[in-house]
């Protein structure tokens, strides 16, 4: 699922979920640790207020589009047939239990039967049989959810409370999509509403209700006082503890961080790498770090064009750039360099540190053995006239200050070899235009899914292909017998080890082929006011969740 | 002027001034026109698809089904030029479309952004007169110095940028002193620091101008005669020069209010306030073109009935002006 495909404003990035927590001392640090050590007993009650820096979504129901934003605000008032736990295990969430049969072609899934939608419409088989149709159906114009669920044929009711999901081919990532937003279960009687009234106000089972949008101004969430269906890693049962969210949408990062710091707002997303930095020494706030899933943020090198179609200068371009110094002062150590393709927080990430030192006289040793021998006027390599010039478009919206100081860093650096690496600042449709014309050497895109199955994504050759809008997502247009048969093999296999190997041995075989420079995890965290106990980043795609949160006073 | 009787000379002067209404409406409705034109076209060369603006924005993976329909849907099959007058079309029956990205009517959502820009632009420009008469008038006459130290106030308030100034009122009045709220929440206090960065650098402007024509003015015959009469120097200020110090400053505020709304942009996001500025921004970002278009016309509207305004306030301010108009 393609991350926040429309932000307005610098998408955050962030390694290591942490939760740092609490009355100023407590933190915990540890990759997918559990919610903040509370302090205290939770207390019922108040307005918890957001401020929230992604952009305003333009329809509320994840299911149409599916971006960052809606899963964001969907969290708090829509829920997913399973869930993931800190150690990436699926959990039972509005489906107690679950069995694929041996063949892999079909799932069964038993819903709780205790559960209703907040309109009053019992959680059955139905209901989801009609969200896997509406997620189909080309009139809702979903690109997410429907991806997600691209191997699902169709849903079958068998009983009340069991739907058979039906699928085209095995799918060994069914259940890691599920736990997405995008794919979450909502009233079908909402669904019928038709999409203009079902995107102001999503009907759910959720811990909240959207009681009211006003357009770029806030999203008013009230509490599901019926509320009867947490998932199964959550702290406490029942109704959640706060009476209502105000969501409020700032754009500006340091008017977002002034309101928190003058305790006008509680909690703020997104911030940057400095603000993070200064509210570390902050005692009153604490950092909620909550990288998400799916792939590392990482430079891609275009494979299918000259000069990176040669292996060996792909290598000198890796070779030659340096950025760990760059991510540590301009992250203020709040990004851990990455040298996996998958986000720290997949537990089948594979990393390999050695192919990624910096070592120049071996690029231009590389470089020299490619034919890039010569150099022009500015020191650039030439070769028979051309300049070995790098197109690197950047997206203004999806790669924050920071991230495009560093690629300064990484054109800097690049020179000493001989690279002419040209940034381009652009626009998120001028950036799709430029990737969809194969107008770049390099570049960066963020990818958020659940699940090593983002691999396939990003790596299998079939991802070449563009969609009708000119959108693919193999923007290294790595096309590898090899690597397509173990991601082919990986996606459709039931045992776990046998997964586990193939993902690992895909990984090799990219990270090897020096397609990709791994930057650190795509970053994602937040600010609390340390008033706020109990809230968490979920470990599905890291959103924060406020069930289990209170206003300690 | 030929003298005449006085039922003559009204009519004359309703005669030209109906003239006069009947070319500020056709200026009007011309500037209109061509604003949308140029939206029409401009919007055009940035790179971008409709359809895929339609289809949830940048980057959608959107069927090729999908996207047929929505082309057709849309008529964005059609010629550019038959599409040119499909808008012009609509757009004179008052139809303003409906916005791609919200699939709601673009009218609707200026009307509900409209008031909260408009409220915030009015009570800058009203705090910025104020800031800008006392400044003229307090270091106007007063010697070297004021005169010097006026100016360089004016000069650097001019100068000041929207998002500098804003982020320095943040930082002392909401973080350090924890007076007023970072975000604007629909509350009187929410406003304040919005309407005083919008205020401050047009202040500096119009102070600017108005010295200048109050110096201009206290030059005047009738300022001596005044003071000879013994008014004293803030009396003759007050009551005589200001009125020759404001038709400049008048005529400025047609412009200012187009450069308020420009600063709404900056100030909407920065302090979170709901408004036509954001609702720009956004409909640029993801190609929102029906909205875009709207939200230039409905600004070029304002800027016309500004001009209109702010002309009959001149006349209002100068007798000689009305008396032009009979000739």
């Known amino acids: 699922m393609r991350a926040a495909p429309v932000t307005t404003s610098p998408t955050p990035r962030r390694i290591g979920i942490a939760a740092v927590a609490v009355v100023s001392t407590i933190a915990l640090t540890a990759c997918q640790a559990p919610a903040p050590e509370a302090s205290g007993e939770p207390v019922s009650g108040g307005t918890l207020a957001y401020a929230s820096g992604d952009a305003e979504p333009t329809c509320l129901d994840p299911h149409v589009g599916g971006n960052y934003p809606q899963a964001l605000l969907a969290g708090q008032f829509l829920e997913s047939l399973v869930s993931r736990d800190d150690s990436g295990e699926i959990i039972p969430w509005l489906a107690e239990s679950w069995t694929a049969a041996d063949d892999g072609l079909s799932w069964e899934f038993t819903l709780r039967d205790d559960v209703a939608f907040t309109d009053g419409t019992p959680l059955d088989a139905e209901a989801v049989k009609a969200n896997v149709e509406h997620l189909k159906d080309p009139a809702t114009q979903s690109s997410t959810g429907y991806l997600a669920l691209g191997k699902v044929d169709r849903v079958e009711v068998v009983d009340e409370q069991v739907a058979r999901f039906v699928m085209s081919s095995p799918d060994s990532a069914l259940l890691e999509s599920l736990t997405q937003p995008w794919v979450a279960i909502e009233s079908p009687a909402g669904l019928a509403r038709g999409m203009d009234e079902n995107c102001q106000a999503p009907i759910g089972t959720g811990p909240f209700i959207v009681d009211e949008w006003v357009k770029q101004d806030h999203v008013s969430l009230v509490r599901n006082d019926d509320y009867t269906s947490p998932p199964a890693d959550a702290a406490h049962d029942g109704p959640a503890y706060l009476e209502a969210i105000d969501w409020r949408f700032v754009p500006d990062s340091a008017s977002r961080y002034a309101a928190l710091q003058a305790g006008q707002v509680d909690v703020i997303d997104n911030p940057q790498p400095d603000t993070i930095s200064a509210a570390k020494s902050n005692d009153s706030l604490a950092w909620l770090d909550a990288p998400r899933p799916g792939a590392a943020n990482r430079i891609e090198l275009n494979s299918g064009q000259a000069p990176f179609d040669d292996e060996r200068v792909r290598e000198a371009f890796i070779r030659a750039v340096e950025v760990d110094e760059g991510i540590d002062a301009l992250f203020f150590g709040t990004a851990e360099r990455s040298f996996s393709p998958l986000s720290s927080v997949e537990a089948l990430a594979y990393s390999d540190e050695a192919l990624f030192e910096p070592d120049l006289d071996r690029a231009n040793a590389l470089l020299d053995e490619a034919g890039w021998t010569e150099r022009d006027a500015d020191g650039y390599r030439v070769k028979d006239g051309a300049r070995l010039t790098l197109r690197f478009p950047v997206s203004t919206n999806q790669s924050i200050p920071a991230e495009q100081s560093l690629f300064e860093q990484v054109q800097a650096t690049a020179k000493a070899a001989g690279f002419d690496v040209v940034i381009e600042l652009l626009d998120l449709s001028s950036w799709y235009g430029a990737l969809a014309e194969h107008e770049y050497e390099i570049v960066s895109a963020p990818y958020t899914k659940v699940g090593p199955d983002v691999l396939r994504i990003l790596y299998h050759s079939d991802s070449i292909t563009p969609a009708p809008s000119g959108y693919f997502a193999n923007l290294a247009q790595l096309d590898d017998p090899e690597v397509d048969s173990l991601l082919t093999d990986a996606a459709s296999t039931s045992d776990a080890d046998t997964r586990a190997d193939l993902y690992e041995r895909a990984q090799q075989l990219i990270l090897e082929g020096y397609y990709l420079l791994p930057l650190y995890d795509q970053q994602n965290s937040f600010l609390l006011s340390t008033s706020v106990q109990g809230a968490r980043a979920m470990p599905t795609v890291s959103t924060p969740t406020f069930y289990d949160a209170w206003l300690a006073d | ?327």
């Open chain 2, 1 to 327: 002027m030929t003298p005449g009787s006085p039922t003559d000379e009204r009519r004359s002067i309703r005669g030209a001034t109906l003239r006069r209404a009947g070319l500020l409406v056709a200026g009007a409705v011309f500037v209109l026109w061509a604003v949308a034109t140029l939206t029409f076209f401009a919007i055009r060369l940035i790179p971008g698809d409709p359809a895929q603006a339609i289809l949830g924005g940048p980057g959608s993976q959107a069927s090729q089904e999908a996207l047929d329909q929505v082309r057709r849907d849309y008529g964005l099959d059609q010629p550019l030029i038959a599409q040119y007058f499909a808008m012009l079309g609509r757009l004179l029956t008052g139809d303003l479309g409906v916005s791609y990205a919200l699939k709601l009517p673009v009218a609707d959502l200026l009307g509900a952004q409209l008031g909260g820009t408009l409220l915030l632009a009015a009570l800058a420009l009203m705090l910025a007169w104020i800031l800008a008469l006392g400044l003229a008038i307090w270091s106007t006459g007063r010697g070297r110095v004021a005169s010097a130290l006026g100016e360089g106030v004016e000069i650097t308030a001019a100068a000041l940028p929207h998002f500098w100034l804003a982020a320095v009122l943040i930082a002392v009045f909401s973080v350090g002193l924890g007076w007023l709220p970072p975000v604007a929440t629909g509350t009187l206090a929410g406003f304040v620091l919005p309407v005083v960065t919008l205020a401050v650098p047009l202040a500096g402007f119009l102070a600017q101008v108005m010295r200048e024509s109050l110096l201009d003015a206290m030059q005047q015959p009738f300022v001596v005669s005044a003071r000879a009469r013994g008014e004293s120097a803030l009396g003759v200020r007050a009551r005589h020069t200001i009125r020759h110090a404001s038709l400049p400053a008048i005529s400025l505020s047609g412009w200012a209010l187009g450069w308020l709304l420009s600063g709404a942009v900056v100030v909407e996001t920065i302090f979170a306030m709901p408004g036509l500025g954001r609702t720009l921004l956004q409909a640029v970002t993801l190609r929102d073109i029906p909205v875009v278009t709207g939200v230039v016309l409905l600004v070029a509207l304002v800027y016309v009935l500004m001009t209109v305004l702010t002309d009959l306030a001149a006349r209002i301010a100068d007798p000689r002006l009305r008396q032009e108009a009979g000739r």
